[in-house]
Structures are given as structure tokens and as C-alpha cells.
């Protein structure tokens, strides 16, 4: 009597489906590039044979029928696919265990750390705080609140066919939205954008609203950028009260204690970012002010350079300081030395930044609505004073057939989520009057990637090599022209944005419903939740340990190199600890020379190849790349310069610099010290007490690496 039923692992009973074991073993292959449905179907008849002749008159469990397919596999002579198969066993066995231990819920079979940051910020909670909604039900919540839009521009009987489409992209982890987005679509709140640039006056009535709109806009899980160049200078005259300002920088510092009060209650950190002009008189101020830990600690900062400060820099010549209230020269400074300070306090501490303002302003679709003066917490969105932007990443790893890119799916998923996007600016509760209104007339939306790195692992590309720069520009070529075209098709339906007769697209396109499609973001928690690596960063590690709950640490492996090392033999508990206590696989000889250049990691990478690789997302990018350029501790100034004029002349509208140790706050650091051992049952056995190890904060990603990030 043939087998009709299996005992799952809670003891419920379900309808057997050999199938599942065909597709099973077919994953196998894949993960070791072959793909042999013949051979899988074979393996298959042999498996229900071994299952009848030992089960009847039974119900095998499932590891009984996953035993068999051991079995039957290595009977087949499929040694390499069983080698996969065991491992993806052992590494589904150590989640489960996890998970119980954690007491998570989870139906989207997602890492430990994903579901606990899930549970922890965005799964919906009842009064009492216990959770009570799963991962696939987020989902489908999401979908179904962003598939409303539609009823805007066509019949009712097109919204439930627009939610199971984008039902299926979420479940199936091919795109994500921003974390507000998730967090907060179809409930009271409503807010659903990450991006804000907000306005800061030169009167104190100003300073403060743009304190009220930013404690409003971090409530709801959004992030802020402001410039500061527009307030007077330290001990400049306020005739008002006849007394002296006290300058940008001291005003910052209110915006920051205020992100933190906000932040202890929020699910999601505040973060800011604080722009200043170069030719401000209180650059100096500025450039040093986050020379000590704890200062500004919810801001990233970064200078707005000018073309005629790099000009004088490269000629060593003085430029202006000029007053922004009188608009008066007040002062002259050698460009070279502000340069110079710039390079020092990036190379110290990480802050500041640089934003190259007249290459972003030569890119505003909008110049006649004004200029862009800031952007927002990570770079990557430069925006109009109360203009917003909803953001989402495409998961490049879920674009891969075979051993290759499937460029269909990679459009047609580029097509589905900028009708989301476009979507979400629909149902979205903005957070002022005014930023609905800058926001709806101009339309923007960031489409970017996470999950680079493993696509140029999976295809055998080096990170730093020129292939996977090649890569890097054909596939934001591809995403842009993609969604564009899914944004005139979207502006025959529904409209242009409302400021598109003033913008630079008017002589370009018939009509488009958005003023941008593309923006490279560093994808942060969205991108754990996906099981990938943030934007198009390089990996920030081969293995490490994550710190996932207080007194609970896991470790994480890039799953690719676990699966080389398995299929080269060289796999071993010993030199698996070896390289989660290292980080990198440069200095380990015993893995072959060919891997060492695959898996390079974020550290082990020449500025340069940062610099490249942002260059050519930037090349095809409507808005901008968020993208660091991260440099092992030894780095010199010297190499700094050199990142920060390769970024100039390459055509990136910023950039921003990290060196390993150079801050406190910084969230991946070395450690194992005694007393702070990881959980011994959750992760791979051989690290001790007295070994160190790579330790990742359990939000973490590979994306900036301070808190502000």
C-alpha cells in the first residue's frame, strides 16, 4: 500500500506529495549549478519504493522520508547533491532549534534574526504587547493595503488580481518596501515613507518646526536630512533681540537630543542627516564637530562641496566664506587645508561626509521647482525642502536561473514594484500637509537592489574585478529603463506627476508618472529580512556571530561558501571556527586560492574598487548611491584623498568613508572576550572563551557602520 500521509515535526498529519521531494532534490542540483529533472524523477521513484517497502501500513515521519533521500541520492551515485541536501538539513535543524529556544513564529522559513527583528518592530501587537501576526500574514497585509491604490484608476475587480501579484513578490522575498512601509501599511498610523528632507529657517520660530516636523516624521518610522547652511553664523548679529547667534552646529545639537528622547520609545532608531555649505563660515565647527563619541550621535554629517571648492582645491587656491544671512564674503580659507580637515576627521571618526551638490543639482528633475540642498540619513535620496520618497530593494539572488541572470524576471519584477511604489504614494498618511503636497507633485520613488555580493558569488565574479563592475552598470541600466517605461505606461493611466510640464523629462518622455525611478539604498534591516547582504555592498563578512538577543548569539555564513567548502571537501568544524573568529579567508591557506578572490569581504577590498563599483550604480541611478568605502584600520589619509577625488571625478553624487576602529558606536567589531562567550548549543562548536571572534549587531547588514546608519 503506497504512502498517503507523513507526520510533520509537530505530530500533525498531511497528504503526502512526492513532488516536493522531486523539487527538493532539484535545489540540491541547482546549488551546485546542475539541474537534471530526469535524474531528479529517477532518484524520486527510487525514494517511494524504499518508502512503501518500509512504511507500510505506516506513516513515516518527515527526517524518515529525508533519510531515505540521503540514501537514495548517494545510491545514485549524486555524492556532490547529497553533500547539499545534508547540509541544508543540518542548517534547517540549527534554525528550528533557534527558533524554539527563542519561542519565534515563523512561516516564510526566514533566519532566526530576521523573525526576531520582525517580531521586535514590525509584526503587528496586541494591547497587551504579545504579537499577533506572522511574517506571511505582514505580507499579505502590506499587499492587499498598497493594491487599494488601484481603485483609483480602474475597476474594483482589478484590485484583488494587483494584490496577489504583489502578494507574491513579498512572500516570495523578490522585492521588499521600506520598513515603514511594512511596518505601519494597513494600520492606524499609516505612514509608509523613509525619506524626508525637511527645511531649517534662519528664525527660531523655524528651527523649532523643523524640530516638531522631525520628532512627527521619526514617530513614524521615517528619517530626515536638513541643511543648516541657511542659518547665520556663530556671533553674528540677531538685531531682533540684539543679541549674537550662536550658529548651526549648537542648533544641531537640539535636533539630536530630541531624536533621542524619541528614539527610547520608537521601534525604529531616529536618524538624521546634518548638511553645511562648504563656503559657510562655520565650516570648521562643523567638520570637527563629531571629533568626540557621544556628540551628535543621531546624525550622520556630511559637507555640500561646491565645483569651485574642488577647483580651488586642485589649483590650491583660497575661495569665500560667505554669510548667508547678508550673502556678504566674510572670510577667505585655502581650500587645500578645509580638504585636508575633511580627509582627517572622515579618516578618524567616519564624520563627515561629502556630498558633491552641484552634481546632484545637475541631476534634479525639477530644477525650475527650486535646488536640492540635503538628503536624506544615508545619502542615498537627495531631496527638494518637505519632499519625501518611498523606497524598495529588488533581491538580485532571487534573479538567478541557473547560473545566470534571468533578465525577464528581473524587468518584470522592476515593473511590478514601481507600480507598488507608485502605489504607496497613493495610500500613504504623510506626516505634514506640506510634505503630501511637495511629495504628490513630484512623485518620486527609489527602486534599488540588495543581495549584490551573492549574485556576483553565485555567477563566480570577484567583487573587485572589472566583470563585476561591467555587471554592476547593466543591471541598474536594465532596472532603469525598465521602470521607466512602467512609469509612462503608469502616466498614460493615470497621469503624469503634476510638475511634469516644468521638469527636465517634458521634451523626453509622452508623460511620466514619477520624477524618479532608481535609488541604490543600503537596504539595512529589509535585506536581513531577505537573507542577503545590504544593497551593493561587498560582503562584510564570509562567517561571523550575531549578537540576535542579550545572552544569545548565532553564527552566520555566507551559505554559498559553506556549500564550495562542503563540494571541495575541505569542510571541517576546525577551519569553519577559523574563519568565523577572522571575518575574511585572505590569510587562510588551507581554502583554495580561487575561493580567497571570491569571497572577498568589505575590508579586503582596494578603495578604489568602492569607488568603481558606486560609480557605475550612480552612472544609470535617478536619485543617488548609498554606498561606503570601507577601510581596514592601517589605511592612511592618503588613501582617503585618494577615494574622495576618484568619487569626484567619477561622477558620484557623494560619498562616505569608514575606517575599521576609527568609532565607538560601531556596530561589527572583533570580540570574544571572556565573559561574553557565545551560546554554545546555537553556534559552531570550537570557539571558546579565550578566542575572538567577529561579532555583528543583530541589525546589522553591511551597510553603514555607525549608529546612525
Known amino acids: 500500500m503506497a504512502v498517503e500521509k507523513i507526520r510533520k515535526r509537530d505530530g500533525n498529519l498531511q497528504a503526502f506529495d512526492p513532488e516536493k521531494i522531486a523539487r527538493a532534490i532539484c535545489e540540491a542540483q541547482i546549488s551546485i549549478r546542475r539541474k537534471d529533472e530526469e535524474l531528479a524523477k529517477t532518484v524520486t521513484s527510487r525514494i517511494l519504493e524504499l518508502l512503501n517497502e518500509r512504511f507500510t501500513g505506516m506513516i513515516p515521519g518527515v527526517e524518515d522520508v529525508q533519510n531515505i533521500v540521503e540514501e ?88 484583488r488580481e494587483t494584490e496577489e501579484t504583489f502578494s507574491d513578490m513579498l512572500l516570495n522575498l523578490d522585492f521588499l518596501p521600506n520598513s515603514p512601509t511594512l511596518m505601519n501599511a494597513g494600520t492606524d498610523l499609516g505612514q509608509l515613507a523613509a525619506c524626508f528632507v525637511l527645511p531649517v529657517e534662519d528664525s527660531m520660530t523655524g528651527i523649532f518646526e523643523a524640530v516638531k516636523n522631525m520628532a512627527i516624521v521619526h514617530q513614524s518610522g521615517g528619517g530626515t536630512g536638513f541643511s543648516f547652511s541657511r542659518l547665520r553664523p556663530r556671533n553674528d548679529v540677531v538685531r531682533s533681540t540684539g543679541g549674537i547667534a550662536s550658529g548651526p552646529v549648537s542648533f544641531m545639537r537640539v535636533f539630536d537630543e530630541a531624536t533621542e528622547v524619541i528614539k527610547q520609545g520608537g521601534r525604529r532608531r531616529g536618524a538624521n542627516m546634518g548638511i553645511l555649505r562648504v563656503d559657510h563660515p562655520d565650516i570648521l565647527q562643523f567638520i570637527t564637530a563629531k571629533v568626540k563619541d557621544n556628540i551628535l550621535s543621531n546624525f550622520n554629517v556630511s559637507v555640500a562641496v561646491t565645483d569651485r571648492f574642488m577647483a580651488a582645491v586642485k589649483n590650491d587656491d583660497y575661495y569665500d566664506l560667505i554669510n548667508p544671512r547678508s550673502g556678504r564674503t566674510v572670510n577667505k580659507l585655502r ?99 506640506e510634505t503630501q503636497k511637495v511629495s504628490h507633485s513630484l512623485r518620486k520613488i527609489g527602486l534599488g537592489v540588495m543581495g549584490f555580493a551573492e549574485l556576483l558569488i553565485e555567477l563566480g565574479l570577484p567583487y573587485d574585478s572589472e566583470d563585476a563592475v561591467k555587471l554592476g552598470d547593466k543591471i541598474i541600466s536594465r532596472i532603469t529603463s525598465a521602470g521607466r517605461r512602467k512609469s509612462v505606461e503608469l502616466a498614460e493611466e493615470r497621469g503624469s506627476f503634476p510638475e511634469f510640464e516644468r521638469s527636465v523629462w517634458k521634451n523626453k518622455f509622452p508623460g511620466l508618472r514619477n520624477s524618479t525611478i532608481t535609488t541604490i539604498a543600503p537596504t539595512g534591516t529589509i535585506s536581513i529580512i531577505a537573507g542577503v547582504s545590504s544593497g551593493i555592498e561587498p560582503l562584510f563578512a564570509v562567517s561571523y556571530v550575531r549578537n540576535v538577543l542579550e545572552g544569545i548569539k548565532l553564527v552566520e555564513r555566507v551559505p554559498a561558501f559553506e556549500r564550495m567548502m562542503l563540494e571541495r571537501g575541505i569542510y571541517t568544524d576546525e577551519l569553519m571556527s577559523k574563519v568565523t573568529r577572522m571575518g575574511t579567508i585572505q590569510n587562510i591557506k588551507e581554502i583554495p586560492e580561487d575561493m580567497r578572490k571570491l569571497f572577498v569581504t568589505a575590508l579586503d577590498i582596494e578603495p578604489t574598487w568602492h569607488v568603481r ?37 567619477l561622477g558620484c553624487k557623494g560619498i562616505t568613508i569608514f575606517r575599521y576602529g576609527s568609532h565607538d558606536s560601531q556596530v561589527l567589531t572583533i570580540d570574544g572576550a571572556a565573559g561574553n562567550e557565545p551560546t554554545s548549543t546555537l553556534i559552531q562548536p570550537g570557539l571558546t572563551k579565550s578566542q575572538r571572534y567577529l561579532e555583528a549587531d543583530s541589525e546589522y547588514s553591511g551597510e553603514c557602520r555607525t549608529c546612525a546608519g
Request: aromatic content about 6%; proline content about 5%; glycine content about 4%.
Open 335 to 433: 581650500a587645500k587645508d578645509v580638504f585636508d580637515l575633511i580627509i582627517h576627521m572622515a579618516w578618524l571618526c567616519g564624520d563627515p561626509g561629502i556630498v558633491f551638490l552641484d552634481e546632484v543639482n545637475r541631476h534634479n528633475p525639477t530644477p525650475a521647482i527650486g535646488d536640492i540642498e540635503s538628503t536624506n540619513p544615508c545619502g542615498e535620496q537627495p531631496l527638494l525642502p518637505n519632499e519625501s520618497c518611498v523606497l524598495g530593494s529588488i533581491n538580485l539572488i532571487r534573479m538567478i536561473k541557473g547560473s545566470e541572470i534571468d533578465w525577464v524576471k528581473l524587468e518584470t519584477v522592476t515593473e511590478m514594484a514601481v507600480h507598488f511604489l507608485d502605489n504607496v504614494l497613493d495610500v500613504n498618511s504623510y506626516p505634514t500637509d
Open 613 to 649: 563599483m558606486q560609480a557605475a550604480f550612480q552612472k544609470h541611478t535617478d536619485n543617488a548611491v548609498s554606498k561606503t568605502v570601507n577601510l581596514p584600520q592601517g589605511a592612511s589619509q592618503r588613501d582617503v584623498r585618494d577615494a574622495y577625488l576618484l568619487a569626484h571625478k
Open 72 to 159: 537514495a541520492l548517494i545510491e545514485a551515485g549524486q555524492q556532490a547533491v547529497a553533500k547539499c541536501y545534508i547540509l541544508y538539513r543540518k542548517k534547517r535543524a540549527e534554525i528550528r532549534e533557534a527558533k524554539e529556544l527563542l519561542g519565534v513564529r515563523d512561516d516564510l522559513k526566514l533566519t532566526v534574526n530576521a523573525v526576531k527583528i520582525l517580531e521586535k518592530r514590525y509584526l503587528r501587537k496586541a494591547d497587551t504587547g504579545s504579537v499577533i501576526e506572522s511574517p506571511s500574514e505582514m505580507m499579505t497585509r502590506v499587499a492587499r493595503t498598497i493594491a487599494q491604490a488601484d481603485a483609483n484608476y480602474g475597476p474594483p475587480s482589478k484590485i
